[in-house]
């Protein structure tokens, strides 16, 4: 699906997305990564969703985001609260949801100027 610009383009903005990557300010990707407004997308050493750990949200805590948007893949699935333990320590909120959703979801809050991060996995 092809998205509108807007006037967020100075940053970091899903301007496209499938079942097999996103596009960032229409550059693709087709592995996991981690997108913030604000910073270049970074690889996230992600191969699966069971591949998770503890140190895959450690990653994202030392970046302190308001909220983590979870994209889970082709469809929606719920990370074990363990694993989120060094984010919601700090309270950090972290919402899972399929790749597509949380896509339209960060780039309504990062519209929003909130301090969000997408943390999209896609299989290897």
């Not at 990707?29 to 981690?34: A, H, K, Q, R």
């Not at 984010?87 to 909120?93: F, N, P, S, V």
Request: glycine share 4%; aromatic share 8%; net charge negative.
């Amino acid at each position: 699906m092809k998205l509108h610009n807007t006037v967020t383009q100075q940053y970091q903005t899903v301007t496209a997305y499938d079942e097999n990557g996103v596009e960032i300010n229409l550059l693709p990707f087709n592995y996991s990564l981690i997108v913030l407004p604000e910073i270049a997308p970074a690889p996230w050493p992600v191969n699966s969703f069971d591949a998770l750990t503890v140190e895959h949200f450690e990653q994202i805590n030392a970046i302190t985001p308001d909220v983590v948007i979870l994209g889970t893949g082709t469809r929606q699935r719920f990370v074990h609260p363990r694993l989120t333990a060094p984010l919601t320590a700090r309270r950090i909120g972290v919402e899972c949801m399929d790749n597509q959703a949380a896509c339209r979801t960060y780039n309504i809050l990062m519209a929003e100027g909130r301090k969000v991060a997408l943390a999209l996995i896609f299989d290897a």
